[in-house]
C-alpha cells in the first residue's frame, strides 16, 4: 500500500509563512502527480495544489494562488508546499495524496489514490 507521510505544520501567525513536506514511504513518488488538500474543522476537505510528476505543471485553487507554491525534488522524493500570507482561515489539516496528473489536476479529493495523514496548520494570533 503506498503511503505519504506529511510534516511540517504547526502554529503561526496571521501573516506569517509555513513550508510542508509530502514523503514518500517505501516507494518512489517520479510516477505520480501529488496534490496537497486541506479540510478545516466542520467543512468539506477542499483541493488546494497540485503538480505533475516531472514538476512541469501545477495547478492552484483560486483562495491560494499568489500565496502558496507547489514544487517537488524527485531526488529526495519529496513534495513542499510553501505557504506564505497566512490567513486564520487557511487553518486546517493538510493532507498529500497521489494520482495521475489528469485526476490530480480537477483537485477533486475523492478520487485521489492513495493519501497521507495529514499535518495540522493553524494560523492565529
Known amino acids: 500500500q503506498l503511503q505519504l507521510v506529511e510534516s511540517g505544520g504547526g502554529l503561526v501567525q496571521p501573516g506569517g509563512s509555513l513550508r510542508l513536506s509530502c514523503a514518500a514511504s517505501g516507494f518512489t513518488l517520479d510516477a505520480y502527480a501529488i496534490g496537497w488538500f486541506r479540510q478545516a474543522p466542520g467543512k468539506e476537505r477542499e483541493g488546494v495544489s497540485c503538480i505533475s510528476s516531472s514538476g512541469g505543471n501545477t495547478n492552484y485553487a483560486g483562495s491560494v494562488k499568489g500565496r502558496f507554491t507547489i514544487s517537488r525534488d524527485n531526488k529526495k522524493n519529496t513534495v513542499y508546499l510553501q505557504m506564505n500570507s497566512l490567513k486564520p482561515e487557511d487553518t486546517a489539516v493538510y493532507y498529500c495524496?497521489?494520482?495521475?496528473?489528469?485526476?490530480?489536476?480537477?483537485?477533486?479529493?475523492?478520487?485521489?489514490?492513495?493519501w497521507g495523514k495529514g499535518t495540522l496548520v493553524t494560523v492565529s494570533s
Open positions: 495524496a497521489g494520482a495521475t496528473w489528469y485526476v490530480c489536476s480537477s483537485l477533486t479529493y475523492n478520487a485521489m489514490d492513495f
